[in-house]
C-alpha cells in the first residue's frame, strides 16, 4: 500500500510542477478553438440531457472515477491483448479529452499506459465539470464540426439548447463514428445509434423504456431537409 501511495503521489507532484497537464490541455484545446473556429458552450449552458446522455454511453463511472475506468480498462485487456497485444477499449470520456488533446492515437499498448497516466493526472488538476466541458467542445461530431455548438448548428441549424431531447441524443452518439454515423449520408445507421444512447441511459436508470420511446419518436429536423 506505501508503495501504490508513493507512486500517485509522486504523479501528482510530477503532473502539477514538471509536467502541468491541465495547462497543456487547455493550452492545446484553446488551439483547436480557433483552428476550428469553435463556439465555445460554458458547461453550465450545456444541457442535462446531452450530458447525461454522453456520461450513459461513453463513461458511465465518469461522476467518480480517477481518470480511468479500471473495470473497463481489465475487460478490454482480457478481451483484445489475446487478440494482438494492443488494449482498443476501456477509455473514459478524461481519456478521450487527452487523447483529442495532447497525445495522437496509436495501436501500441505503450500508448494506452501513457494514456492512461495522462487521464489520471488531468483528474488530480482538473475538476469534473471542467473536463466535461472541455471534451464537449473540442470532440469531432464529422462534417468539419469540433464541438457541440458548431454540430448543433451543422446538423440541425440550431443551438444545442434549442435541440429537442431525441437530436440531442443523436448527437451524442456521433463521435463514436462521425463517418458512419453521418446523419446526412447515413441517416439510417445515425438512428440507430441514437437509439443505442437510449437504451444506455434506460440501462443507467436515467429514464424508463417509455420514456426513451417517446423521445426516439421525436422529430429529427436536419439542417437543409424539409
Not at 85 to 108: A, C, F, M, P, W
Not at 157 to 163: E, I, Q, V
Request: glycine content about 8%; aromatic content about 12%.
Amino acid at each position: 500500500m506505501l508503495t501504490i501511495s508513493l507512486f500517485f503521489g509522486g504523479l501528482n507532484v510530477y503532473f502539477h510542477t514538471s509536467f502541468p497537464i491541465r495547462q497543456k490541455v487547455q493550452t492545446a484545446a484553446a488551439a483547436m478553438f480557433r483552428e476550428h473556429h469553435v463556439h465555445i458552450v460554458p458547461y453550465a449552458e450545456i444541457p442535462h440531457f446531452y450530458k447525461e446522455a454522453v456520461i450513459a454511453t461513453e463513461d458511465r463511472r465518469f461522476s467518480w472515477d480517477p481518470g480511468i475506468d479500471p473495470i473497463g480498462i481489465l475487460r478490454s485487456f482480457v478481451v483484445d491483448v489475446e487478440k494482438d497485444g494492443y488494449v482498443e477499449g476501456g477509455s473514459t470520456i478524461t481519456q478521450q479529452l487527452v487523447d483529442n488533446t495532447i497525445i495522437r492515437h496509436q495501436k501500441t499498448l505503450g500508448y494506452k499506459i501513457r494514456q492512461a497516466l495522462y487521464a489520471i493526472g488531468l483528474y488530480d488538476t482538473m475538476s469534473k465539470p471542467e473536463t466535461f466541458d472541455l471534451y464537449a467542445n473540442v470532440i469531432y461530431f464529422g462534417n468539419g464540426a469540433y464541438g457541440l455548438y458548431n454540430a448543433a448548428e451543422t446538423y440541425f441549424g440550431r443551438r444545442p439548447d434549442a435541440c429537442n431531447l431525441g437530436e440531442l441524443a443523436m448527437l451524442a452518439g456521433l463521435p463514436n463514428a462521425p463517418s458512419d454515423y453521418d446523419p446526412f449520408y447515413a441517416y439510417p445507421l445515425a438512428r440507430k445509434r441514437e437509439s443505442i444512447v437510449l437504451e444506455n441511459m434506460v440501462d443507467a436508470g436515467m429514464m424508463t423504456v417509455r420514456e426513451s420511446h417517446v423521445i426516439f419518436n421525436m422529430p429529427i429536423q436536419l439542417r437543409g431537409h424539409a
